[in-house]
């Protein structure tokens, strides 16, 4: 007796083959990935200690006459964690265009920490941030808020912080996280940054929407550190290109402020 051949076999292969090698591949890559981001973010904690002693050294420079104080309050991104230098993280980014666009000589004080959240930034920054008479001050953080965001603590140190800050400080909403629930918390923390910012009267800087438009494929492939976190030098130019805006503004404040006064004194 003999058995007749399916001749549906060679086509179950025929599909079957190209799946199974799609998920060996797919799981592949992922494995690479995963090992390529521990690598990354080792590399990148590596890089805490010299970003803050670099920041360190740009506050101990000499002073000199009539410059312009520039004061970062922030996290990871305000050292530049991501960046091939602290220079080319969105801080440094703003102070080579503070530098350009006005002729005062300008000194950077970087109060920001890696890690930090609001609660860092109340208890460890801001008290500096008293002793201080800044020109410009630039606030982004939150994104660390996220991981465990409550949005009741968050509103109220996020309202408590705003309190605190010189009138004229320019804040950055929280950037995008793209995808999934976090995403849907850093919208939550946003709305709550708008709401509050407005009622103290501070200069919002829309890096969510800014962000966002660059897409997660565009952030994955060409504006993300090792680490796939935080910003890479790309990314940081994205970042300070969105904080210009505002810097412009606060500059053309400063210069008005600046006639004002020598008319003022003239006329005496």
């Not at 005062?104 to 930034?121: D, F, T, W």
């Amino acid at each position: 007796m003999t058995h007749a051949r399916n001749p549906q076999w060679p086509l179950v292969l025929l599909l079957t083959v190209p799946v199974l090698c799609a998920v060996v591949l797919l799981r592949w890559v992922m494995r690479r990935g995963k090992l390529r981001q521990r690598r990354g973010a080792a590399l990148l904690n590596a890089a805490i200690p010299v970003n803050a002693k670099w920041w360190r050294d740009q506050r101990d420079l000499p002073s000199q006459p009539n410059e312009l104080l520039y004061v970062a309050i922030g996290d990871s991104a305000a050292q530049g964690i991501g960046a091939s230098k602290p220079r080319r993280g969105y801080v440094g980014r703003l102070l080579t265009d503070l530098r350009a666009l006005q002729p005062r000589p300008v000194r950077i004080v970087n109060l920001s920490s890696s890690g930090a959240r609001l609660r860092e930034a109340l208890a460890q920054q801001l008290p500096r941030l008293a002793t201080l008479q800044p020109d410009i001050v630039t606030v982004a953080i939150g994104a660390n808020d996220i991981a465990e965001f409550d949005a009741r603590r968050f509103e109220s140190e996020f309202r408590e912080l705003c309190r605190q800050l010189p009138p004229h400080t320019i804040v950055a909403d929280v950037p995008a996280f793209y995808f999934g629930a976090a995403e849907r918390k850093v919208r939550q923390a946003n709305r709550i940054v708008h709401l509050v910012s407005v009622e103290f009267g501070l200069r919002v800087v829309p890096l969510h929407r800014v962000t966002r438009r660059q897409t997660g494929t565009r952030y994955a492939l060409n504006q993300v550190a090792a680490d796939f976190f935080h910003p890479n030098d790309r990314g940081y130019a994205v970042w300070a290109k969105a904080f210009l805006p505002a810097i412009k503004q606060r500059l053309h404040a400063l210069s008005r402020h600046s006639v004002a006064t020598v008319t003022q004194n003239y006329a005496r």
